[in-house]
């Protein structure tokens, strides 16, 4: 999972786009780390990093520009640990349109190709002899093989109908100072686009790069799935929209709305944060505990989860009983489910959240979050609780259902054995013994959904949408291909 924008000034002697771009991926940074880069019409520089690790003021007014791309790298597909291979895979990627290099391409993708080996190999065999570890070669591949004489032709013919299954994509053709935002037929990943008054144009992977305090940006609407947008600052029509796949049903990831995108942005036109309070309140209703004392979030991941699980238990007893600081989260220390490598994982839960022993001493806690995945973070936090904190007891509430199976479109689950469910059988009590807690409820366990999804269908819409119980990919969840 990865986090792309594109920003297009109307007016060719603005030079600030990098800084724009810059501030563009710190607001994405939660979908990814491991490396962040540039590319705009002037320069580029990807490095090993964060946006702010990488980018310093000089470098960005050196990148400057009025047309670029960029991206946050968290790597899925042909993954490595060195850092070298780390900076290998640092996007935007460089092609050559039909290997001619007056016709320069640049593109940041998020998602995974399950069919990228295979196409390696026909790469191969048509010539192609330059090094491919990865789903991001593929394509590089086969733009500089593609015979259509403009990358418009080349994407819609030649390489988007090739790509299986999960994407979201921004192309800048260097030669044309054009953009192109490409998405993935089902609509697994986001794309959104936006317009800030007349100074420029945007495309990202999440809207909260819109937000007032940021961009300020007017929101446009979503890329539709299985589309290709152009933003063409020299055109009477800045943006249009070709259709380039025949339409499909809709399988939007429903990891997105209860894990991946901020709280503050919307998928499908509703909001997240909403979504998630929601199915707090359908964890309540389905899995009261009416004898805690406080009731805190896994900050912030289950901070929505737990307001709405809080109001339903405020509204069954009485009493209230929410407190958001059970558990301090120093701002400056990312997600763990989002670190590499499983030892920066386990290191990072005790810097990543404080206990406040005033808050947690001698009480009843229900802890709740949005998901558990791993089962990492979830049992040294159950286990500072009881150790530093002293709480009483420790009942674990999970506003979705246990994770069973692997994800083939983005999000990094690699092996079955790693997640907490299978670890344990997929048995619940066991579950609760891996974490430590008392006690342990999911929204789900009985191998749906349903819940999640009511959740959302139930959220008000900022815009028209067609969202129905069948639009969702929940392969993690429930094991059910959303390609069948």
Known sequence: MCGVVGVVAFDPDFDDAASWLSWALVEQEHRGKEASGIYTNKSSYKNKGTPEQVFSKKRLEDLGGYIGLGHVLYTTSGKTLDDGSVRMRAQPF??????????????????????????????????????????????????????????EEALINEVLPRLEWSFSIIFYDKALGV???????????????????????????????????????????????????????????????????????????????????????????????????????????????????????????????????????????????????????????????????????????????????EVIKGKVVVLVDDSLVRGTT???LVKRLFEIGGAKEVHVRIASPPIKEICVHGIDMPTHKELAWNRCHQSKEEACRLIGATSLEYLDSDGSIKHNIQAILQTPSRYPNSLDEDSFCTQCFTGINAIK
């Open 94 to 151: 460089l092609a050559n349109l039909g290997g001619d290099r007056k016709k320069p391409i640049a593109f940041s993708f998020n998602g995974n190709l399950v069919n990228w080996q295979k196409l390696r190999e026909e790469c191969r065999e048509r010539g192609y002899a330059k090094p491919i570890i990865n789903d991001t070669g593929v394509i590089a591949a086969l733009i500089e093989l593609a015979s259509g004489k403009t990358l």
């Open 179 to 357: 953009l192109y935002g490409a998405r993935d037929p089902r609509g697994f990943m986001p794309l959104v686009l936006g317009r800030r008054n007349d100074e420029f144009l945007v495309v990202a992977s999440e809207d909260c790069v819109f937000a007032e305090g940021g961009f300020g940006c007017e929101r446009i609407g979503e890329v539709p799935p299985g589309s290709m947008v152009k933003l063409d600052p020299k055109s009477h029509e800045p943006f249009s929209v070709t259709v380039w796949a025949k339409r499909v049903p809709a399988r939007h990831c429903i990891f997105h709305w209860i894990y991946f995108n901020r709280p503050d942005g919307t998928f499908c036109g509703k909001n997240v944060k909403t979504t998630q309070e929601k199915a707090g309140e359908l964890l309540a209703k389905i899995h009261p505990f009416l004898h805690a004392d406080v009731i805190i979030p896994v900050s912030d991941s289950g901070l929505a989860a737990a307001q709405g699980y809080a109001k339903v238990m405020t509204e069954k007893t009485g009493r209230w009983l929410f407190d958001t600081f059970g558990l301090f989260r120093p701002h400056t220390v990312g997600r763990t489910f989002m670190e590499p490598h499983q030892h920066l994982r386990e290191e990072g839960v005790g810097k990543k959240h404080r206990v406040i022993e």
């Open 378 to 380: 979830m049992k040294r």
